[in-house]
């Protein structure tokens, strides 16, 4: 059996990462001071595929395309990006999506303007897109669709979509467009270079469809949409749905099936789950844990893949949730802890209010910094460890904002967390706005980068420890513990040359 | 109701939007116009005097700032250029766009009505 539509992308999206999603951040950096190939054995190992090449795992987003392409009767299967070349005769569209195919997004923008080394993603897409199948499939008259969260990145290169021949760039949900698009490529007819999918053509809980092979590490999406209205977000510009806790419990068993050996619950904010507004409802919470516990067992990992940081504080203050989430359902001798992802952006009220009012809700935006740290107790509390971003560069960004942001970041020492600075990238409703890049550097931002990195540092191991578990780990583990060195050294360097920038 | 998708077919823009010619600042300003108004029914552009992708650029602030609305943006092609007389009933094309009174010439004859220099 050959693919007439062939879903893919490049290797560090095409990979589980060991089972460990975070791992997966590390395709983000520039691969310093060991060989490219081992650093994609820590993010990006290979993935198992089946004989026609089709991986056992995919990214979730490919698995919606492919599910909605084959429930409309398409020929079409995502394949692992080293075994396109048995489709090569009968592939006609070539369908590649990405997170972050130029590495113009956050952190990849960051760690690059940082080290001014290109960063391992997107040496790996360009690796793809010049690969000798994808040229002789392009030769061949196949049309080359691009799309995903990450879509917005190729309106800044089009010379590049010129010489690699993409046809079409999709920007939003892609569950129904891409039907039209396909139909349209196999018949033969004009392809628009562009399509942003609206409102009214995003789809609607129903037209969802279910993955049909398992998502990488199990990720499962629980809701699509955000109802905070942080500007800087572009999920937050999309409709807010739910998913039935049927079609949740559907796509956790195509996982467990194919062996896949955890569950991360996807939303912008898991404890909203048919929630009244920005207040969490324990009991469609529960329920979801409850049955989704019920099918994974003791030993898969569980893991959310974000909350934000009042509805934590909201939760438990109010019902207790949280500690019933992680006590009386998650928590075992497997399981001793949750990875999260949270973001706190800033420590400073009054950027807050310009950038994120909506974030702080139920709270007032004034009360911010005490909910950040609210939340972060309440987590550490319970074995929950947040990876939390933060945004240096904003528009409209003062010294003081910063200041407020490394106070903040102080006070959250005595809690097991990773905490990332990004650089402000154009996003959301700030679209139109200009990326922060090194030279905008004041000796606030370098004051915060050591800061956050510090406290990352001071975690890492203990969490290493707890979330690394298996002897099966010990090889990325020891390479790990070198990287951090490393990374330790490299840092204090960096940070010199950046102090210097800013004295010019 | 099973838990499998019911599906309905992509909305596909029923306003359409020509330009010849360059996309200059005032083009940009009318396009904008016409998203405001037509954007609730999808907007097609055809960039009816280019035929790479490059010349999206031009339109890539304006592009950016929609995030509600379909939009789908073509380029020329011959094919292209073929159907379109066949394809823009004049009920369905909005407006021609045009960037220089010369070009008037290559706008087809049933759209001219729809002719705004810019």
Not at chain 1, 170 to 182: A, T
Request: charged content about 25%.
């Amino acid at each position: 059996m050959r693919f007439e539509v062939v879903i893919t992308s490049d290797r560090t999206m095409m990979s589980n990462h060991h089972g460990k999603e975070f791992l997966g951040f590390v395709a983000t950096g520039p691969p310093i001071r060991m060989p490219e190939r081992l650093w994609l054995y820590i993010c990006a190992p290979k993935l198992k595929v089946d004989e026609l090449g089709r991986p056992v795992e995919a990214p979730y987003g490919l698995r919606k395309i492919e599910a909605a392409l084959q429930e409309a009767g398409f020929n079409a299967a995502v394949i692992d990006p080293d075994h396109l070349h048995k489709h090569l005769d009968a592939m006609r569209v070539l369908l590649i999506g990405h997170h972050d195919f130029f590495a113009y997004g956050p952190p990849s923008s960051e760690w690059w303007s940082i080290t001014g080394i290109e960063p391992v993603n997107r040496r790996s897409f360009f690796r793809l897109m010049n690969s000798p199948v994808v040229r002789e499939a392009k030769h061949r008259g196949v049309k080359i669709i691009v799309g995903g969260p990450a879509a917005w990145q190729w309106l800044y290169e089009l010379e590049l979509a010129e010489k690699w021949g993409v046809d079409t760039i999709v920007d939003g949900e892609g569950e129904k467009v891409v039907v039209e698009l396909v139909e349209k490529a196999l018949r033969g007819e004009e392809l628009p270079r562009y399509v942003y999918v609206g409102v009214d053509n995003a789809p609607s809980v129903n037209e969802i469809p279910v993955i049909r092979g398992a998502s990488v590490n199990g990720l499962v999406e629980i809701m699509r949409g955000c109802p905070r209205g942080c500007k800087f977000c572009s999920v937050t510009l999309r409709p807010l749905r739910f998913m039935p806790l049927e079609k949740i419990l559907a796509e956790v068993e195509v996982n467990v099936r194919a062996g896949v050996k955890s569950v991360i619950l996807h939303s912008e904010d898991v404890l909203l789950y048919y929630a009244d507004g920005v207040k969490p409802r324990p009991e469609p919470v529960l329920r979801l844990h409850e049955e989704v516990v019920k099918r994974i067992g003791e030993r898969r990992s569980l893991a959310w893949a974000h909350v934000s940081l009042a509805t934590v504080k909201y939760a438990e203050e109010n019902y207790k949730l949280i500690s019933k989430l992680t006590r009386e359902l998650i928590l075992n001798d497997y399981r001793r802890i949750i990875g999260v992802e949270v973001g706190i952006e800033t420590g400073s009220p009054r950027l807050a209010r310009d950038i994120m009012v909506g974030k702080s809700k139920p709270y007032p935006v004034e009360m911010w910094p005490q909910i950040v740290e609210d939340a972060f107790r309440i987590m550490h509390e319970n074995m929950i460890v947040p990876a939390a971003t933060v945004i240096l560069g904003m528009p409209e960004e003062t010294s003081d904002d910063v200041v407020k942001t490394i106070e903040l970041v102080e006070r959250l020492r005595p809690y097991r967390s990773i905490i990332v600075p990004m650089f402000f990238v154009p996003m959301g409703a700030l679209k139109r706005n200009k990326w922060f890049l090194r030279d905008q550097l004041k000796p606030e931002h370098i004051e915060a980068l050591k800061v956050m990195f510090d406290h990352t540092v001071y975690w890492a191991e203990d969490i290493m420890k707890l979330h690394m578990n298996s002897p099966a780990h010990l090889p990325v583990k020891l390479l790990l513990k070198y990287f951090m060195a490393y990374v330790k050294w490299r840092v204090r360097q960096i940070t010199s040359r950046l102090e210097e920038i800013v004295k010019r | 109701m099973g838990i499998g998708s019911t599906s309905r077919q992509y909305r596909r823009p029923s306003a359409t939007v020509l330009v010849y010619g360059e996309v200059t600042p005032g083009v940009i300003d009318k396009l904008r116009e016409l998203l405001r108004l037509h954007g609730p029914r999808g907007l097609k552009i055809i960039l009816a005097s280019h035929s790479s992708p490059r010349a999206l650029e031009s339109l890539r602030d304006f592009l950016h700032e929609n995030y509600t609305f379909t939009l789908e943006v073509y380029t020329s092609s011959s094919s292209l250029a073929e159907k379109l007389e066949k394809q823009l009933a004049s009920s369905e094309a909005v407006a021609v766009l045009v960037s220089s009174s010369e070009l008037i010439n290559q706008v087809p004859r049933s759209l001219v009505s729809k002719v705004v220099v810019v």
